[in-house]
């Protein structure tokens, strides 16, 4: 387990900072002023936070939840399922940090990050998996199995992924689509990370994290109640 862990954490990142950004990035020189292997680095840690924490979310949550029944076997002692659903929400943005910490030392290595302060990013990639870890937990909640996920991932994740500026800045779409993604979580937490990584200013930082707190607790009280009806009701 611990090798497919690191093989996971600091391989694939390689690989796809290698092949997109280097890969790319030859053609296409700069994005939105920086070299774009910067660019998309830092695009990745903030889509890996989202990642992680949402796989972790669904997947792992539904099988401790159904198939394990460990939850029914925790709640036969004084612990409640508001404990369970947040130390759920808590372990999946530890992962999200863990994941976004492997790609920051990547890139850090191939000489994609700033400079130290970069590790600001550290407690932003922590809140990014807590806001994505709660929607995700919600989807858990109202699963009957696993192949309900690929719904979400289909229509949530994906969408997010190519839109949110992960791999292009937000102006490049068009008017209406450019203030659609602005209700999008991963524009927020991209628009927070990158110049944390790249050593610029921070713009509108307050709103960026106030939306990503807001998807988190918002996401997290609807998680409870449902975790809660689920196991029981």
């Known amino acids: 387990m611990m090798g497919a ?6 391989g694939e990142p390689f690989l796809y900072l290698l092949g997109l950004g280097y890969g790319l990035g030859r ?3 700069e994005m939105a002023g920086i070299p774009y292997f910067t660019f998309l680095a830092s695009g990745f840690i903030a889509w ?3 990642n992680v924490a949402s796989m972790e979310a669904m997947w792992s949550v539904y099988t401790r939840m159904v198939p394990q029944q460990t939850y029914e076997a925790i709640l036969s002692t004084p612990v409640q399922v508001d404990d369970i659903v947040i130390g759920e929400l808590l372990w999946c943005a530890t992962k999200s ?3 976004g910490t492997a790609i920051l030392a990547v890139a850090a290595v191939l000489g994609a990050v700033g400079d130290w302060t ?12 807590f806001c994505f870890a709660a929607p995700a937990l919600i989807m858990t909640a109202l699963s009957k199995g696993y192949e309900f996920f690929t719904f979400y991932m289909t229509l949530v994740m994906t969408p997010m992924f190519i839109l949110c500026g992960v791999f292009y800045p937000i102006t490049t779409l068009p ?4 203030t659609a993604v602005q209700f999008l979580p991963l524009t927020h937490a991209v628009a927070l990370i990158r110049p944390v990584v790249v050593g610029q200013p921070v713009n509108d930082a307050w709103l960026h994290v106030a939306v990503l707190v ?3 607790l918002i996401g997290m009280w609807v998680a409870i109640g449902l975790v809660r009806r689920r196991l029981i009701i």
């Open 5 to 10: 862990s690191v093989l996971m954490h600091f």
């Open 27 to 29: 053609f296409i020189g």
């Open 48 to 50: 890996s936070a989202m």
């Open 97 to 99: 940090l863990v994941s």
């Open 118 to 129: 970069a590790i600001i990013a550290l407690p932003l990639i922590f809140l990014t998996g």
């Open 175 to 178: 008017v209406p689509m450019q």
């Open 214 to 216: 807001l998807f988190g």
